[in-house]
């Protein structure tokens, strides 16, 4: 990595005698493997490689950005002479002038735990576990239709250098796997999902075992086949930490986040004011540990830290980037991140989460006289307004504190932060462990969860 080391160094000397203000240079090499295994057959595998370096240039308050996926000098001075130009160029055309808030230099080399090394498993390996998950799913039933069983790894070198002296290295290997399922009996189609995935190697796959998790997908959907389908209305709900995970993530972590915020959210102008109930506190962080959106630092040298955005169901900041930070007078979070060395960094989630409360999870549904308890979320759509619909994989009545009848076709709606506002019960079972590829603009890994919650929401079935 010496040499790496050098060319960046010698970018960086080049950039600021052109005229820069600033100049950050990022290298990185990721390796891939990619396998889906489909009713019995392998039906697509990939390994692949990048390595290339990207250059961002502040001048007179704008940015430039060239990135290059051949590494030698000449191809980095034309890059950064790109860039140089670029910015140059726009900020000519730009009224508010980027600067950016002040962080102290960090040097430093971070890297995940790893037991074993996915590079230390042979394909075949891997295709024979997938293909085993799959067979076991289909025999689990002649009324399983179909599956997909899907296996990612990821083995990522990161080297990030700026002109204000910072020099970080940070190495991340990244194992997930996920597993739907599609039962179907006459005209009833039920669905099922789960995913685990951390910043681990293959260890989290023999921990995790997926064939005993693909008899769970394969059991759920089957099972669903007969459920009720729910009468739609505003109900009081019970959210497992899947659940309440998607909604913290995707239709409230997204306003928080301080690039939208400036072009306008839900929670623009809200600091200090109440947006959710007493007992609600939200936190985005760079762990812990294991987590599949684990980031020690950014994607701007910025060292990772816990952000708490919602305090007691009180507003308290947002997710930064050292400009955003800039612009509202706030501390960068090292919340700044680019899906690869090609794409300049965003304002972006890690690891977004409810804090835990005092209640047992059961202790919650026995509470409940009437409503429903909602189970595994199944994809759906968000907006900065934080308007949600999310999909439910499994759903119970519940009558006088007890399960009575389990339910399908679920789908929840409503305004995030009316549904925050109305919690009046939070669990003490906090999971983190939600694993997926969040995809604003860019995709980049993100984990969350949180505890059982109570809240009203707006269930959706039939009339």
């Given at each position: 990595?010496?040499?790496?080391?050098?060319?960046?160094?010698?970018?960086?000397?080049?950039?600021?005698?052109?005229?820069?203000?600033?100049?950050?240079?990022?290298?990185?090499?990721?390796?891939?493997?990619?396998?889906?295994?489909?009713?019995?057959?392998?039906?697509?595998?990939?390994?692949?490689?990048?390595?290339?370096?990207?250059?961002?240039?502040?001048?007179?308050?704008?940015?430039?950005?060239?990135?290059?996926?051949?590494?030698?000098?000449?191809?980095?001075?034309?890059?950064?002479?790109?860039?140089?130009?670029?910015?140059?160029?726009?900020?000519?055309?730009?009224?508010?002038?980027?600067?950016?808030?002040?962080?102290?230099?960090?040097?430093?080399?971070?890297?995940?735990?790893?037991?074993?090394?996915?590079?230390?498993?042979?394909?075949?390996?891997?295709?024979?576990?997938?293909?085993?998950?799959?067979?076991?799913?289909?025999?689990?039933?002649?009324?399983?239709?179909?599956?997909?069983?899907?296996?990612?790894?990821?083995?990522?070198?990161?080297?990030?250098?700026?002109?204000?002296?910072?020099?970080?290295?940070?190495?991340?290997?990244?194992?997930?796997?996920?597993?739907?399922?599609?039962?179907?009996?006459?005209?009833?189609?039920?669905?099922?999902?789960?995913?685990?995935?951390?910043?681990?190697?293959?260890?989290l796959i023999y921990d995790k075992d997926p064939v005993k998790l693909g008899v769970?997908?394969?059991?759920?959907?089957?099972?669903?086949?007969?459920?009720?389908?729910?009468?739609?209305?505003?109900?009081?709900?019970?959210?497992?930490?899947?659940?309440?995970?998607?909604?913290?993530?995707?239709?409230?972590?997204?306003?928080?986040?301080?690039?939208?915020?400036?072009?306008?959210?839900?929670?623009?102008?809200?600091?200090?004011?109440?947006?959710?109930?007493?007992?609600?506190?939200?936190?985005?962080?760079?762990?812990?540990?294991?987590?599949?959106?684990?980031?020690?630092?950014?994607?701007?040298?910025?060292?990772?830290?816990?952000?708490?955005?919602?305090?007691?169901?009180?507003?308290?900041?947002?997710?930064?980037?050292?400009?955003?930070?800039?612009?509202?007078?706030?501390?960068?979070?090292?919340?700044?991140?680019?899906?690869?060395?090609?794409?300049?960094?965003?304002?972006?989630?890690?690891?977004?989460?409810?804090?835990?409360?005092?209640?047992?999870?059961?202790?919650?549904?026995?509470?409940?006289?009437?409503?429903?308890?909602?189970?595994?979320?199944?994809?759906?759509?968000?907006?900065?307004?934080?308007?949600?619909?999310?999909?439910?994989?499994?759903?119970?009545?519940?009558?006088?504190?007890?399960?009575?009848?389990?339910?399908?076709?679920?789908?929840?709606?409503?305004?995030?932060?009316e549904v925050l506002k109305s919690i009046d019960a939070v669990g003490n079972d906090?999971?983190?462990?939600?694993?997926?590829?969040?995809?604003?603009?860019?995709?980049?890994?993100?984990?969350?969860?949180?505890?059982?919650?109570?809240?009203?929401?707006?269930?959706?079935?039939?009339?």
């Amino acid at each position: 990595m010496s040499y790496i080391k050098d060319l960046i160094e010698k970018g960086i000397e080049y950039a600021i005698k052109k005229g820069a203000d600033f100049v950050e240079i990022r290298y990185q090499k990721a390796q891939s493997t990619n396998i889906v295994v489909r009713k019995g057959a392998v039906e697509a595998s990939s390994l692949s490689t990048i390595r290339g370096i990207g250059v961002r240039v502040l001048v007179n308050g704008s940015w430039g950005y060239a990135s290059l996926d051949e590494i030698s000098w000449q191809l980095l001075e034309r890059a950064i002479s790109n860039a140089y130009r670029m910015a140059r160029a726009s900020s000519k055309l730009r009224k508010r002038k980027i600067r950016l808030a002040y962080v102290k230099p960090a040097k430093d080399r971070v890297a995940s735990k790893v037991k074993i090394r996915p590079s230390d498993i042979s394909v075949e390996e891997k295709m024979k576990m997938l293909l085993e998950v799959d067979k076991t799913i289909r025999e689990y039933s002649d009324r399983i239709k179909d599956d997909n069983v899907v296996y990612a790894d990821s083995v990522s070198r990161k080297i990030y250098m700026n002109s204000e002296g910072a020099e970080i290295e940070v190495n991340t290997c990244r194992v997930r796997c996920g597993i739907r399922v599609t039962a179907r009996e006459n005209d009833i189609i039920s669905p099922a999902y789960e995913v685990i995935g951390g910043t681990k190697g293959y260890e989290l796959i023999y921990d995790k075992d997926p064939v005993k998790l693909g008899v769970k997908v394969a059991k759920r959907a089957v099972d669903l086949l007969h459920a009720d389908v729910p009468k739609g209305g505003l109900m009081t709900a019970v959210l497992d930490n899947s659940i309440l995970g998607l909604i913290v993530h995707e239709a409230f972590g997204h306003t928080a986040e301080a690039d939208l915020v400036l072009s306008g959210t839900i929670l623009t102008n809200k600091i200090g004011k109440k947006v959710a109930s007493d007992m609600v506190t939200i936190i985005d962080s760079p762990g812990p540990e294991g987590a599949y959106g684990w980031l020690p630092y950014d994607d701007e040298g910025v060292k990772g830290r816990d952000v708490v955005i919602v305090k007691e169901g009180i507003l308290m900041g947002y997710m930064h980037s050292r400009e955003t930070a800039f612009i509202m007078g706030a501390e960068p979070t090292g919340n700044a991140r680019a899906q690869s060395y090609a794409h300049p960094p965003l304002v972006r989630m890690r690891n977004t989460y409810m804090a835990p409360g005092d209640w047992k999870p059961d202790e919650i549904i026995q509470e409940t006289k009437e409503g429903i308890y909602l189970k595994g979320g199944i994809g759906g759509q968000s907006d900065t307004n934080g308007e949600f619909m999310f999909s439910v994989q499994e759903a119970w009545y519940i009558r006088n504190g007890e399960l009575i009848r389990p339910l399908r076709g679920v789908t929840i709606s409503g305004n995030a932060i009316e549904v925050l506002k109305s919690i009046d019960a939070v669990g003490n079972d906090l999971k983190i462990g939600y694993p997926g590829m969040c995809g604003k603009f860019q995709l980049v890994p993100v984990d969350g969860g949180g505890p059982h919650i109570r809240c009203k929401v707006l269930v959706g079935g039939k009339r």
